[in-house]
T-cell receptor
Framework: DAKTTQPPSMDCAEGRAANLPCNHS???????VYWYRQIHSQGPQYIIH???NNETNEMASLIITEDRKSSTLILPHATLRDTAVYYC???????????FGAGTILRVKS | EAGVAQSPRYKIIEKRQSVAFWCNPI?????LYWYQQILGQGPKLLIQ????????DSQLPKDRFSAERLKGVDSTLKIQPAKLEDSAVYLC??????????FGPGTRLTVL
């Protein structure tokens, strides 16, 4: 079973920042948090991952709390094409297996 | 760089028939995964290969599902015989070092 908790859905206005929360209270000190998203009728797409420091790439920023029990994925300027299911995964199972929960459906609205 | 390729994209069969899916991972990726995604749920891992060896097939229904990766590159997933509850999207993913996984577009299977 997935070891993360995410809200089932969120709405965001186009052009605004989308902040997607995730709780991963069972994560240990050397386990990464991964974020993927799945746009309708496509395979999941890797977004970003982090251990303890905040991370940023061309797609998003990842803010991890100091106790590492939760994180927030930030899409700084959401567009309609960011409408998707966002999955937070952490920790990975033994053998680097991803265990997906139900994720958060993000709807970006104009 | 080419992504993970899968074929066919769509398949419709009747129950008790057999079906096979094909996956070509990203070049150089040693680890290959097959997932099943039922409508409204997240993907569930069926089997994981490291080169041509099976790392984990604990979630694979072995009475009807089989998978192989004979030369450590391409892989096929077979269902024989199919049941109605096998209707799902079958996703293939690959990774270089076993961490970040890259997914293909999936094969949508409908069993009637």
């Amino acid at each position: 079973d997935a070891k993360t908790t995410q809200p089932p859905s969120m709405d965001c206005a186009e052009g605004r920042a989308a902040n997607l929360p995730c709780n991963h209270s069972t994560i240990s000190g050397n386990e990464y948090v991964y974020w993927y998203r799945q746009i309708h009728s496509q395979g999941p797409q890797y977004i970003i991952h982090g251990l303890k420091n905040n991370e940023t790439n061309e797609m998003a920023s990842l803010i991890i709390t100091e106790d590492r029990k939760s994180s927030t994925l930030i899409l700084p300027h959401a567009t309609l094409r960011d409408t998707a299911v966002y999955y937070c995964i952490g920790p990975m199972e033994y053998g680097n297996k991803l265990v997906f929960g139900a994720g958060t459906i993000l709807r970006v609205k104009s | 760089e080419a992504g993970v390729a899968q074929s066919p994209r769509y398949k419709i069969i009747e129950k008790r028939q057999s079906v096979a899916f094909w996956c070509n991972p990203i070049s150089g990726h040693a680890t290959l995964y097959w997932y099943q995604q039922i409508l409204g749920q997240g993907p569930k891992l069926l089997i994981q290969f490291q080169n041509n060896g099976v790392v984990d097939d604990s979630q694979l229904p072995k009475d009807r599902f089989s998978a192989e990766r004979l030369k450590g590159v391409d892989s096929t997933l077979k269902i024989q015989p199919a049941k109605l509850e096998d209707s799902a999207v079958y996703l293939c993913a690959s990774s270089f070092s076993g961490s970040t996984q890259y997914f293909g577009p999936g094969t949508r299977l409908t069993v009637l």
